[in-house]
Protein backbone atom coordinates (compact mmCIF):
# COMPACT_ATOMS: atom_id res chain seq x y z
CA UNK A 1 0.00 0.00 0.00
CA UNK A 2 1.51 3.30 -1.15
CA UNK A 3 -1.22 5.76 0.23
CA UNK A 4 -4.56 5.58 1.73
CA UNK A 5 -7.59 7.28 0.20
CA UNK A 6 -7.98 9.08 3.31
CA UNK A 7 -4.18 10.26 3.21
CA UNK A 8 -3.94 10.83 -0.81
CA UNK A 9 -7.13 13.04 -0.53
CA UNK A 10 -5.54 14.97 2.32
CA UNK A 11 -2.18 15.34 0.86
CA UNK A 12 -3.79 16.68 -2.45
CA UNK A 13 -5.32 19.29 -0.29
CA UNK A 14 -8.71 17.55 -2.20
CA UNK A 15 -12.21 16.73 -1.21
CA UNK A 16 -12.72 13.03 -1.28
CA UNK A 17 -15.69 11.21 -2.93
CA UNK A 18 -15.83 7.67 -1.69
CA UNK A 19 -18.51 4.99 -3.15
CA UNK A 20 -16.84 1.48 -1.78
CA UNK A 21 -14.59 0.27 0.11
CA UNK A 22 -11.47 0.55 -1.93
CA UNK A 23 -9.38 2.36 -0.04
CA UNK A 24 -5.90 1.20 -0.10
CA UNK A 25 -3.94 2.78 -3.22
CA UNK A 26 -1.15 0.96 -4.57
CA UNK A 27 0.38 3.39 -7.53
CA UNK A 28 -0.35 6.75 -8.54
CA UNK A 29 -0.63 7.11 -12.37
CA UNK A 30 -1.39 9.28 -15.46
CA UNK A 31 -1.21 6.59 -18.21
CA UNK A 32 -5.08 5.41 -18.95
CA UNK A 33 -3.18 2.27 -21.31
CA UNK A 34 -1.71 1.10 -17.75
CA UNK A 35 -3.98 0.77 -14.90
CA UNK A 36 -2.56 -1.45 -11.73
CA UNK A 37 -5.25 -2.51 -9.57
CA UNK A 38 -6.25 -0.34 -6.66
CA UNK A 39 -4.07 2.54 -8.41
CA UNK A 40 -4.93 6.43 -8.16
CA UNK A 41 -5.49 7.93 -11.76
CA UNK A 42 -4.59 11.95 -11.87
CA UNK A 43 -6.96 13.08 -15.01
CA UNK A 44 -3.75 15.57 -16.17
CA UNK A 45 -5.35 18.68 -19.02
CA UNK A 46 -2.64 19.93 -21.17
CA UNK A 47 -2.89 22.40 -24.33
CA UNK A 48 -3.77 19.54 -26.64
CA UNK A 49 -5.30 16.49 -24.33
CA UNK A 50 -7.47 16.08 -21.37
CA UNK A 51 -7.27 12.74 -19.27
CA UNK A 52 -10.77 13.31 -17.75
CA UNK A 53 -12.23 11.50 -20.59
CA UNK A 54 -10.34 8.05 -19.78
CA UNK A 55 -11.84 8.79 -16.27
CA UNK A 56 -14.57 6.10 -16.65
CA UNK A 57 -12.23 3.58 -18.53
CA UNK A 58 -10.01 3.66 -16.11
CA UNK A 59 -11.94 2.76 -13.30
CA UNK A 60 -13.45 0.05 -14.81
CA UNK A 61 -9.88 -1.28 -15.94
CA UNK A 62 -9.52 -1.73 -11.53
CA UNK A 63 -8.24 1.60 -10.58
CA UNK A 64 -8.76 2.37 -7.03
CA UNK A 65 -9.60 6.20 -7.27
CA UNK A 66 -9.40 9.06 -9.92
CA UNK A 67 -8.16 12.48 -9.06
CA UNK A 68 -10.05 15.09 -11.21
CA UNK A 69 -10.60 18.29 -11.33
CA UNK A 70 -13.56 20.48 -9.94
CA UNK A 71 -15.14 22.04 -12.99
CA UNK A 72 -14.86 18.24 -14.44
CA UNK A 73 -16.94 17.09 -11.33
CA UNK A 74 -19.29 19.06 -11.35
CA UNK A 75 -20.36 18.91 -14.88
CA UNK A 76 -19.86 15.24 -15.09
CA UNK A 77 -21.94 14.34 -11.95
CA UNK A 78 -21.33 11.94 -9.19
CA UNK A 79 -24.21 9.76 -10.62
CA UNK A 80 -22.38 8.80 -13.88
CA UNK A 81 -19.68 6.57 -11.58
CA UNK A 82 -21.81 5.29 -8.76
CA UNK A 83 -19.14 3.19 -7.65
CA UNK A 84 -16.56 4.83 -7.99
CA UNK A 85 -13.64 6.47 -5.59
CA UNK A 86 -12.47 10.16 -6.20
CA UNK A 87 -10.47 12.92 -4.67
CA UNK A 88 -11.71 16.28 -6.53
CA UNK A 89 -9.14 19.57 -6.58
CA UNK A 90 -9.28 22.44 -8.13
CA UNK A 91 -6.85 21.50 -10.26
CA UNK A 92 -5.13 17.88 -11.25
CA UNK A 93 -1.41 18.92 -11.76
CA UNK A 94 -1.56 21.07 -8.38
CA UNK A 95 -2.79 18.37 -6.69
CA UNK A 96 -0.13 16.06 -7.54
CA UNK A 97 2.39 18.40 -7.02
CA UNK A 98 0.95 18.58 -3.54
CA UNK A 99 0.73 14.55 -3.14
CA UNK A 100 4.47 14.71 -3.55
CA UNK A 101 5.56 17.33 -1.93
CA UNK A 102 3.72 15.17 0.91
CA UNK A 103 5.48 11.89 -0.15
CA UNK A 104 8.71 13.67 0.06
CA UNK A 105 7.85 14.87 3.26
CA UNK A 106 7.13 11.73 4.84
CA UNK A 107 10.12 10.09 3.42
CA UNK A 108 13.05 8.41 5.36
CA UNK A 109 14.95 8.24 1.65
CA UNK A 110 18.55 9.86 1.42
CA UNK A 111 17.40 11.88 -1.84
CA UNK A 112 19.79 12.54 -4.95
CA UNK A 113 18.59 15.08 -7.84
CA UNK A 114 20.12 14.08 -11.31
CA UNK A 115 20.34 17.29 -14.02
CA UNK A 116 22.11 18.18 -16.70
CA UNK A 117 22.52 18.49 -20.70
CA UNK A 118 22.85 15.02 -21.62
CA UNK A 119 23.37 11.92 -19.76
CA UNK A 120 21.05 12.06 -17.31
CA UNK A 121 18.61 9.13 -17.96
CA UNK A 122 21.71 6.86 -17.69
CA UNK A 123 22.95 8.08 -15.29
CA UNK A 124 19.89 8.24 -13.15
CA UNK A 125 19.49 4.40 -14.42
CA UNK A 126 22.57 3.25 -13.63
CA UNK A 127 23.12 4.61 -10.43
CA UNK A 128 19.41 3.90 -9.13
CA UNK A 129 20.61 0.02 -10.20
CA UNK A 130 23.38 0.23 -7.90
CA UNK A 131 21.34 1.61 -5.03
CA UNK A 132 19.21 -1.29 -5.36
CA UNK A 133 21.44 -3.76 -4.30
CA UNK A 134 22.62 -1.56 -1.22
CA UNK A 135 18.96 -0.89 -0.38
CA UNK A 136 15.10 0.01 -1.36
CA UNK A 137 15.84 2.25 -4.26
CA UNK A 138 13.01 4.17 -5.71
CA UNK A 139 13.58 6.79 -9.11
CA UNK A 140 11.81 7.71 -12.21
CA UNK A 141 10.39 5.88 -15.06
CA UNK A 142 12.27 6.10 -17.95
CA UNK A 143 12.47 9.45 -18.71
CA UNK A 144 9.67 11.24 -15.91
CA UNK A 145 11.82 14.32 -15.53
CA UNK A 146 9.38 17.56 -16.45
CA UNK A 147 7.02 19.42 -14.79
CA UNK A 148 4.66 16.23 -14.50
CA UNK A 149 7.16 13.47 -14.48
CA UNK A 150 8.66 14.52 -11.30
CA UNK A 151 5.88 15.11 -9.15
CA UNK A 152 4.34 11.86 -10.52
CA UNK A 153 7.76 10.28 -9.30
CA UNK A 154 7.61 11.64 -6.41
CA UNK A 155 3.43 10.50 -5.49
CA UNK A 156 4.75 6.70 -5.75
CA UNK A 157 8.11 7.13 -3.26
CA UNK A 158 7.08 4.35 -0.67
CA UNK A 159 7.55 5.26 2.95
CA UNK A 160 10.23 2.80 3.77
CA UNK A 161 12.23 3.78 0.96
CA UNK A 162 16.41 4.11 1.59
CA UNK A 163 16.98 5.68 -1.87
CA UNK A 164 15.52 7.90 -4.32
CA UNK A 165 17.29 9.11 -7.13
CA UNK A 166 15.20 11.92 -9.04
CA UNK A 167 16.13 12.71 -12.86
CA UNK A 168 14.79 16.67 -13.49
CA UNK A 169 14.88 18.46 -16.66
CA UNK A 170 14.03 21.42 -18.12
CA UNK A 171 14.18 23.74 -21.71
CA UNK A 172 13.31 26.74 -20.28
CA UNK A 173 14.39 29.54 -17.65
CA UNK A 174 12.81 29.24 -14.42
CA UNK A 175 11.85 25.61 -14.16
CA UNK A 176 14.46 23.93 -12.23
CA UNK A 177 13.47 26.08 -9.22
CA UNK A 178 10.06 24.31 -8.90
CA UNK A 179 11.52 21.37 -9.54
CA UNK A 180 14.08 21.29 -6.94
CA UNK A 181 11.79 22.50 -4.04
CA UNK A 182 9.39 19.06 -5.00
CA UNK A 183 12.80 16.99 -4.51
CA UNK A 184 14.53 18.94 -2.24
CA UNK A 185 17.78 16.78 -2.79
CA UNK A 186 20.54 15.54 0.13
CA UNK A 187 23.10 15.53 -3.09
CA UNK A 188 22.43 16.81 -5.93
CA UNK A 189 24.17 16.49 -9.25
CA UNK A 190 25.04 18.32 -12.56
CA UNK A 191 26.62 16.24 -15.36
CA UNK A 192 27.56 18.32 -17.35
CA UNK A 193 26.20 22.28 -19.52
CA UNK A 194 25.89 21.35 -23.43
CA UNK A 195 24.10 23.32 -25.91
CA UNK A 196 21.22 21.18 -25.71
CA UNK A 197 17.25 23.33 -25.59
CA UNK A 198 20.26 26.12 -26.62
CA UNK A 199 16.91 27.81 -28.75
CA UNK A 200 14.97 28.06 -25.94
CA UNK A 201 17.84 30.30 -23.63
CA UNK A 202 19.95 33.40 -24.67
CA UNK A 203 23.03 31.34 -24.08
CA UNK A 204 24.90 28.38 -22.85
CA UNK A 205 25.99 30.58 -19.73
CA UNK A 206 22.16 31.13 -19.16
CA UNK A 207 22.00 27.37 -19.46
CA UNK A 208 24.12 26.94 -16.63
CA UNK A 209 22.20 28.92 -14.52
CA UNK A 210 19.32 27.52 -14.81
CA UNK A 211 20.43 24.01 -14.16
CA UNK A 212 22.19 25.70 -11.04
CA UNK A 213 18.52 25.92 -9.44
CA UNK A 214 18.95 22.44 -8.56
CA UNK A 215 20.98 23.39 -5.57
CA UNK A 216 18.50 26.06 -4.20
CA UNK A 217 16.19 23.81 -2.18
CA UNK A 218 18.93 21.01 -0.56
CA UNK A 219 18.08 19.00 2.17
CA UNK A 220 20.92 18.52 5.38
CA UNK A 221 20.11 14.47 5.45
CA UNK A 222 23.72 13.86 4.67
CA UNK A 223 25.39 16.64 4.95
CA UNK A 224 24.24 20.52 6.53
CA UNK A 225 22.90 22.72 3.61
CA UNK A 226 23.06 19.17 1.32
CA UNK A 227 26.34 18.42 -1.08
CA UNK A 228 26.61 19.75 -4.84
CA UNK A 229 28.10 17.35 -7.48
CA UNK A 230 29.83 19.20 -9.98
CA UNK A 231 31.35 17.97 -13.59
CA UNK A 232 35.12 19.83 -13.06
CA UNK A 233 36.01 19.39 -16.58
CA UNK A 234 33.21 21.71 -17.84
CA UNK A 235 33.69 24.60 -19.22
CA UNK A 236 31.39 26.03 -16.87
CA UNK A 237 32.38 24.96 -13.88
CA UNK A 238 32.70 27.95 -12.43
CA UNK A 239 29.43 29.09 -12.86
CA UNK A 240 28.07 25.64 -11.22
CA UNK A 241 30.41 26.31 -8.27
CA UNK A 242 29.71 29.73 -7.40
CA UNK A 243 25.98 29.04 -7.66
CA UNK A 244 26.42 26.19 -4.91
CA UNK A 245 28.20 27.99 -2.86
CA UNK A 246 25.66 31.36 -3.00
CA UNK A 247 22.45 28.65 -2.54
CA UNK A 248 24.20 27.55 0.32
CA UNK A 249 25.47 23.93 -0.16
CA UNK A 250 27.43 22.82 2.69
CA UNK A 251 29.48 21.18 0.67
CA UNK A 252 30.88 20.90 -3.23
CA UNK A 253 32.74 17.55 -4.53
CA UNK A 254 33.57 17.21 -8.45
CA UNK A 255 34.13 14.97 -10.83
CA UNK A 256 36.65 14.47 -14.28
CA UNK A 257 39.69 14.19 -15.70
CA UNK A 258 41.31 17.19 -13.94
CA UNK A 259 43.96 16.62 -11.23
CA UNK A 260 42.11 18.12 -8.39
CA UNK A 261 38.83 16.24 -9.41
CA UNK A 262 37.12 14.22 -5.89
CA UNK A 263 36.20 11.24 -8.10
CA UNK A 264 38.86 11.39 -10.81
CA UNK A 265 39.71 9.30 -13.98
CA UNK A 266 42.96 7.72 -13.64
CA UNK A 267 42.97 5.54 -16.89
CA UNK A 268 40.68 3.61 -19.34
CA UNK A 269 41.32 1.86 -22.36
CA UNK A 270 38.61 1.87 -24.60
CA UNK A 271 36.73 -1.09 -26.25
CA UNK A 272 34.39 -2.03 -28.67
CA UNK A 273 31.91 -3.35 -26.22
CA UNK A 274 33.35 -2.11 -22.60
CA UNK A 275 36.33 -0.11 -21.29
CA UNK A 276 38.59 -0.99 -18.55
CA UNK A 277 38.24 1.98 -16.06
CA UNK A 278 40.91 2.75 -12.77
CA UNK A 279 39.58 6.10 -10.87
CA UNK A 280 40.79 7.53 -7.95
CA UNK A 281 37.66 8.97 -5.43
CA UNK A 282 38.12 10.56 -2.26
CA UNK A 283 41.70 9.27 -1.75
CA UNK A 284 40.94 5.57 -2.53
CA UNK A 285 41.71 3.73 -5.99
CA UNK A 286 39.20 1.62 -7.75
CA UNK A 287 39.30 -0.51 -10.79
CA UNK A 288 36.43 -2.23 -12.55
CA UNK A 289 34.91 -2.81 -16.13
CA UNK A 290 32.32 -0.99 -17.60
CA UNK A 291 30.36 -3.07 -20.04
CA UNK A 292 28.87 -0.49 -21.94
CA UNK A 293 31.17 1.30 -24.84
CA UNK A 294 32.10 5.06 -25.01
CA UNK A 295 34.21 7.37 -23.14
CA UNK A 296 31.02 9.48 -22.31
CA UNK A 297 29.88 6.04 -20.10
CA UNK A 298 32.72 6.11 -18.49
CA UNK A 299 33.05 10.08 -17.34
CA UNK A 300 29.14 9.04 -16.14
CA UNK A 301 30.67 6.50 -13.61
CA UNK A 302 32.33 9.00 -12.20
CA UNK A 303 30.24 10.86 -10.42
CA UNK A 304 27.95 7.56 -9.82
CA UNK A 305 30.46 6.34 -7.22
CA UNK A 306 31.40 9.34 -6.27
CA UNK A 307 27.75 9.56 -5.10
CA UNK A 308 27.97 6.24 -3.57
CA UNK A 309 30.89 6.77 -1.43
CA UNK A 310 29.14 10.04 0.04
CA UNK A 311 25.93 8.07 0.98
CA UNK A 312 28.43 5.54 2.92
CA UNK A 313 27.27 2.49 0.46
CA UNK A 314 30.17 -0.89 0.05
CA UNK A 315 32.19 0.45 -2.69
CA UNK A 316 33.16 -3.50 -3.65
CA UNK A 317 29.31 -3.94 -3.81
CA UNK A 318 28.56 -1.27 -5.71
CA UNK A 319 31.21 -1.64 -8.09
CA UNK A 320 30.53 -5.32 -8.88
CA UNK A 321 26.70 -3.94 -9.46
CA UNK A 322 28.40 -1.10 -12.12
CA UNK A 323 29.80 -4.40 -13.66
CA UNK A 324 26.50 -5.59 -14.40
CA UNK A 325 25.07 -2.59 -15.97
CA UNK A 326 23.52 -2.73 -19.31
CA UNK A 327 22.18 0.33 -21.96
CA UNK A 328 19.19 1.94 -21.24
CA UNK A 329 16.87 1.84 -24.34
CA UNK A 330 17.83 4.11 -26.80
CA UNK A 331 20.54 5.36 -25.22
CA UNK A 332 23.47 3.17 -26.75
CA UNK A 333 21.95 -0.57 -26.55
CA UNK A 334 23.67 -2.86 -29.18
CA UNK A 335 20.77 -4.75 -30.74
CA UNK A 336 21.99 -7.92 -32.98
CA UNK A 337 19.61 -8.32 -36.03
CA UNK A 338 20.15 -11.55 -37.86
CA UNK A 339 19.25 -11.55 -41.70
CA UNK A 340 18.03 -14.94 -43.52
CA UNK A 341 20.13 -17.55 -43.40
CA UNK A 342 22.96 -15.70 -42.49
CA UNK A 343 25.36 -16.51 -39.49
CA UNK A 344 26.94 -12.94 -39.43
CA UNK A 345 24.48 -10.28 -37.29
CA UNK A 346 24.01 -6.78 -38.09
CA UNK A 347 24.86 -4.66 -35.33
CA UNK A 348 22.38 -1.75 -34.69
CA UNK A 349 23.60 1.05 -32.34
CA UNK A 350 20.34 2.23 -30.50
CA UNK A 351 20.95 6.00 -29.75
CA UNK A 352 17.66 6.92 -30.80
CA UNK A 353 15.79 8.52 -28.10
CA UNK A 354 17.73 12.17 -27.87
CA UNK A 355 20.47 13.93 -28.99
CA UNK A 356 23.15 17.41 -28.92
CA UNK A 357 26.04 18.02 -30.51
CA UNK A 358 28.03 16.14 -27.79
CA UNK A 359 25.55 13.15 -27.39
CA UNK A 360 26.22 12.92 -31.35
CA UNK A 361 29.93 13.06 -31.42
CA UNK A 362 30.26 10.90 -28.43
CA UNK A 363 27.78 7.81 -30.25
CA UNK A 364 29.91 8.84 -33.39
CA UNK A 365 32.65 7.72 -31.77
CA UNK A 366 31.60 4.70 -30.73
CA UNK A 367 30.87 4.17 -34.05
CA UNK A 368 34.34 4.51 -34.63
CA UNK A 369 35.09 1.39 -32.44
CA UNK A 370 32.31 -1.16 -33.28
CA UNK A 371 34.22 -3.35 -35.95
CA UNK A 372 32.00 -4.64 -38.91
CA UNK A 373 31.66 -8.32 -39.82
CA UNK A 374 33.22 -9.85 -42.87
CA UNK A 375 31.80 -7.46 -45.91
CA UNK A 376 29.90 -5.15 -43.49
CA UNK A 377 30.44 -1.66 -43.14
CA UNK A 378 29.99 1.27 -40.76
CA UNK A 379 26.82 3.20 -41.73
CA UNK A 380 25.20 6.29 -39.95
CA UNK A 381 21.86 7.25 -39.48
CA UNK A 382 21.21 10.57 -38.23
CA UNK A 383 17.78 12.29 -37.70
CA UNK A 384 17.49 15.76 -36.89
CA UNK A 385 18.98 17.54 -33.46
CA UNK A 386 16.08 19.68 -32.55
CA UNK A 387 15.59 22.61 -30.44
CA UNK A 388 19.32 24.17 -31.40
CA UNK A 389 17.75 27.93 -32.31
CA UNK A 390 19.28 29.72 -34.53
CA UNK A 391 22.97 27.64 -34.56
CA UNK A 392 20.94 24.79 -35.69
CA UNK A 393 22.32 24.17 -38.87
CA UNK A 394 25.78 25.20 -38.26
CA UNK A 395 26.16 22.70 -35.44
CA UNK A 396 24.79 19.69 -37.79
CA UNK A 397 27.49 21.02 -40.52
CA UNK A 398 30.03 20.45 -38.03
CA UNK A 399 29.13 16.68 -37.21
CA UNK A 400 31.22 16.57 -40.35
CA UNK A 401 34.55 15.71 -39.26
CA UNK A 402 33.43 13.38 -36.32
CA UNK A 403 31.45 11.73 -39.33
CA UNK A 404 34.92 11.41 -41.11
CA UNK A 405 36.67 10.41 -38.63
CA UNK A 406 34.52 7.65 -37.27
CA UNK A 407 35.26 5.62 -40.51
CA UNK A 408 31.77 5.91 -41.78
CA UNK A 409 31.56 4.05 -44.71
CA UNK A 410 27.70 5.38 -45.09
CA UNK A 411 25.20 8.09 -44.04
CA UNK A 412 21.68 8.80 -44.22
CA UNK A 413 20.04 11.62 -42.69
CA UNK A 414 16.09 12.73 -42.58
CA UNK A 415 15.22 15.89 -41.92
CA UNK A 416 15.95 19.73 -42.66
CA UNK A 417 18.78 20.13 -40.59
CA UNK A 418 20.58 17.03 -40.90
CA UNK A 419 20.16 17.67 -45.09
CA UNK A 420 22.95 20.59 -44.33
CA UNK A 421 25.32 17.92 -42.97
CA UNK A 422 24.08 15.27 -45.50
CA UNK A 423 25.11 17.74 -48.89
CA UNK A 424 28.53 18.24 -47.79
CA UNK A 425 29.39 14.16 -47.30
CA UNK A 426 31.61 12.75 -50.11
CA UNK A 427 28.97 11.64 -52.41
CA UNK A 428 30.45 8.41 -52.44
CA UNK A 429 29.25 8.24 -48.67
CA UNK A 430 26.00 9.11 -49.25
CA UNK A 431 23.73 6.31 -48.50
CA UNK A 432 20.23 8.24 -49.08
CA UNK A 433 18.24 11.54 -47.55
CA UNK A 434 14.79 11.49 -46.81
CA UNK A 435 12.40 14.08 -45.62
CA UNK A 436 11.11 11.87 -42.70
CA UNK A 437 12.40 8.75 -40.31
CA UNK A 438 9.89 5.96 -41.94
CA UNK A 439 10.37 6.85 -45.70
CA UNK A 440 14.43 6.78 -44.79
CA UNK A 441 13.68 3.33 -43.01
CA UNK A 442 12.43 2.31 -46.18
CA UNK A 443 15.76 3.27 -48.00
CA UNK A 444 17.91 1.96 -45.47
CA UNK A 445 16.51 -1.37 -45.06
CA UNK A 446 16.75 -2.34 -49.02
CA UNK A 447 20.62 -2.16 -48.75
CA UNK A 448 21.55 -3.47 -45.54
CA UNK A 449 23.81 -6.89 -45.31
CA UNK A 450 24.95 -9.22 -42.64
CA UNK A 451 28.09 -7.41 -40.81
CA UNK A 452 27.12 -3.92 -40.99
CA UNK A 453 27.51 -1.89 -37.75
CA UNK A 454 24.63 0.75 -37.75
CA UNK A 455 23.94 4.02 -35.74
CA UNK A 456 21.04 5.48 -35.03
CA UNK A 457 20.45 8.86 -33.63
CA UNK A 458 18.74 11.74 -34.04
CA UNK A 459 15.78 14.02 -31.29
CA UNK A 460 13.34 12.29 -29.88
CA UNK A 461 11.14 14.46 -32.14
CA UNK A 462 12.66 13.15 -34.93
CA UNK A 463 11.34 9.75 -34.56
CA UNK A 464 14.50 7.91 -35.25
CA UNK A 465 12.51 5.15 -33.10
CA UNK A 466 10.70 4.26 -35.68
CA UNK A 467 14.21 3.10 -37.77
CA UNK A 468 15.78 1.36 -35.52
CA UNK A 469 12.11 -1.01 -35.45
CA UNK A 470 12.29 -1.42 -38.75
CA UNK A 471 15.49 -2.65 -38.53
CA UNK A 472 14.48 -5.53 -35.89
CA UNK A 473 11.34 -6.25 -37.82
CA UNK A 474 13.97 -8.01 -40.43
CA UNK A 475 15.30 -9.95 -37.54
CA UNK A 476 14.47 -13.79 -38.19
CA UNK A 477 13.13 -15.07 -35.12
CA UNK A 478 14.71 -18.02 -33.16
CA UNK A 479 18.43 -16.91 -34.38
CA UNK A 480 20.71 -15.70 -32.33
CA UNK A 481 24.47 -16.94 -33.55
CA UNK A 482 23.99 -19.30 -30.54
CA UNK A 483 27.35 -21.60 -29.91
CA UNK A 484 26.92 -25.25 -31.24
CA UNK A 485 29.55 -26.78 -33.82
CA UNK A 486 30.23 -25.12 -37.77
CA UNK A 487 27.61 -27.82 -38.24
CA UNK A 488 24.99 -26.96 -35.92
CA UNK A 489 21.63 -24.71 -36.73
CA UNK A 490 22.58 -21.75 -34.66
CA UNK A 491 19.01 -21.21 -33.03
CA UNK A 492 17.70 -20.32 -29.66
CA UNK A 493 16.20 -23.14 -27.49
CA UNK A 494 12.91 -21.63 -27.86
CA UNK A 495 11.33 -18.76 -29.01
CA UNK A 496 10.80 -17.19 -25.92
CA UNK A 497 15.05 -17.44 -24.91
CA UNK A 498 15.49 -15.08 -28.13
CA UNK A 499 14.92 -11.46 -26.65
CA UNK A 500 15.53 -10.11 -30.31
CA UNK A 501 12.86 -12.44 -31.91
CA UNK A 502 9.91 -9.75 -33.06
Known sequence: MLWTLDEAAAAAKGEKRQSNDRTEISAVIHDSRDVPAGSLFIALKGPNHDAHKFVGEVLDKGAGAAMVSRVWWQETGAENFPDGNFIIVDDTLEGLVNLAASARGRSIARVIGITGSVGKTSTKEFLSTILSDQGKCHANKKSFNNHWGVPLTLANLPKDADFAVIEMGINHVGEMGALARMVAPDIALITNIEPAHIGNFKSIEEIAHAKSEIFSAMEDGIEKGGIAVVNADNPYAAIMEKAAEDYGAGRIVTFGESSGADSRLRDCTL????????????????????????????????????????????????????????????????????????DIPVTVIDESYNASPISMQAALRVLEMSAPAAEGRRIAVLGDMLELGAEGARLHIELVNPVLKAKTDLVFACGPLMEALYNIVPPAWQGGYAEDSKTLAQLLTAVIRPGDVILVKGSLGSRMAYVVQALQDMHVPGRCGGSGNDDSEKTCETEKACEHAV
Open 271 to 342: LSDGSRVSVKILGEKYKYHLPVPGKHFVLNSLPILLIVKLLGCDMEKAIQSLEQITPVEGRGNHIPVFLGDS
